[in-house]
């Protein structure tokens, strides 16, 4: 029933295991630093959730096995990741819980950064 988060500049060894017991684990993968190959995350979530963020220029692989629960993969933005880029392999259950990753380019601004500077715009007078 609590929270993990991994995020800024970190190194990801080649298997790294993470687990959600009725809580949640955040990593974020966009500053990472990672070696040539291949990198494994194995991944337990049970009445839990595990989210995950990858950069678009690293390939990654997302299979497992969900018992009333969900495990998926989902791009924002386009993958840019070059045939010879580092994989990330994820894979693990989710025993009523869930697995969530999620591909982004982490150059561009977050959505609510975007809506902010949509609405600042409105509201100037100059129309600047």
Not at 24 to 37: A, F
Not at 78 to 89: E, F, K, N, T
Request: aromatic share 6%; net charge positive.
């Amino acid at each position: 029933m609590a929270t993990v988060m991994r995020q800024g500049e970190w190194t990801l060894p080649r298997l790294y295991r993470v687990m959600a017991f009725m809580g949640q684990v955040d990593l974020d993968l966009t500053h990472v630093r990672i070696g040539s190959g291949t990198s494994t995350i194995e991944v337990a979530s049970v009445m839990g959730q595990v989210n995950i963020i990858v950069p678009h220029n690293l390939r990654v692989e997302s299979h497992g096995d969900p018992l009333l629960g969900e495990f998926k993969l989902k791009y924002t933005a386009p993958s840019a990741a070059a045939y010879d880029a580092p994989l990330i392999v994820i894979k693990g259950t989710a025993l009523m819980g869930g697995v969530s990753v999620k591909v982004v380019d982490p150059t561009q601004p977050k959505w609510i950064d975007r809506w902010r500077r949509r609405r600042t715009k409105g509201s100037d007078p100059a129309g600047a």
